[in-house]
């Protein structure tokens, strides 16, 4: 069946350094990937999507490629702020229904 | 704001009791999702309903129940609690056609079982 894993946390950074986590995807066809945040206390929001192979889904400074070859869809970040701390979640849909989410990953950046 | 509303924000109860949550889609949404957010176990999907019908299954326990309205407002029953049940439950709307994929999340309910 379908599934997302993703690299498992916590990562820490210092400010201003370049941010991976790493997502990879397991379907058949071509599902809609998405990497959504969770800011400390609130519910999930959309960082990015992209809805088919080779596009690029940025946002805020995080940018994700769909890669149809590797089945991956990291987010990166060139340079990462305080503010950028919180937990991560990469998720693929495929037809009309049921998301699928990974485990999350949770970021922390020290000033 | 996502424009999802889940009430209560917190509910504290007891062992073996009942509780219901509440959520109300975005405006125009017709599926609704049921998330369970657990420490130890992260974003579980638990049920989803598009208009008013179950369209997909989780891991929903059977204590557990929904229901989407004729509103499209949506409800989660939880009953003969547990302490495991503790977490936080999200609801989250999202359309259907293609380029509404994305799902929003409300704010969701932190239920403590004491």
């Known amino acids: 069946g379908n599934s997302v894993t993703q690299m498992e946390g916590p990562v820490t950074l210092s400010e201003e350094a370049f941010l991976t986590i790493n997502c990879t995807y397991t379907?058949?066809?071509?599902?809609?990937l998405f990497w959504y945040v969770q800011y400390p206390g609130e519910g999930l929001q959309l960082l990015l999507k992209?809805?088919?192979?080779?596009d690029k889904g940025s946002n805020k400074g995080f940018e994700a490629t769909y890669r149809k070859e590797t089945t991956s869809f990291h987010l990166e970040k060139g340079s990462v702020q305080v503010s950028d701390s919180a937990v991560y979640f990469c998720?693929?849909?495929?037809?009309?229904?049921?998301?699928?989410f990974g485990t999350g990953t949770r970021l922390k950046v020290l000033a | 704001d996502s424009g999802v509303t889940q009430t209560p924000k917190h509910l504290i109860t007891a062992t073996g009791q009942r509780v219901t949550l509440r959520c109300s889609p975005r405006?125009?949404?017709?599926?609704v999702y049921w998330y369970q957010q657990s420490l130890d176990q992260g974003l579980q999907f638990l049920i989803q309903?598009?208009?008013?019908?179950?369209?997909a299954k989780g891991n929903i326990l059977e204590r557990f129940s929904a229901q989407q309205f004729p509103d499209l407002h949506s409800e989660l029953n939880l009953s003969s609690l547990e302490l495991g049940d503790s977490a936080l439950y999200f609801c989250?709307?999202?359309?259907?056609?293609?380029?509404?994929?994305?799902?929003?999340f409300g704010p969701g309910t932190r239920l403590l079982v004491l």
């Open positions: 989250a709307s999202s359309g259907e056609r293609t380029g509404q994929e994305t799902q929003y």
């Open positions: 992209a809805t088919k192979a080779d």
């Open positions: 379907a058949t066809g071509y599902p809609s």
């Open positions: 405006s125009g949404d017709l599926s």
């Open positions: 309903y598009y208009n008013g019908e179950e369209r």
């Open positions: 998720a693929l849909k495929q037809g009309t229904y049921k998301y699928i």
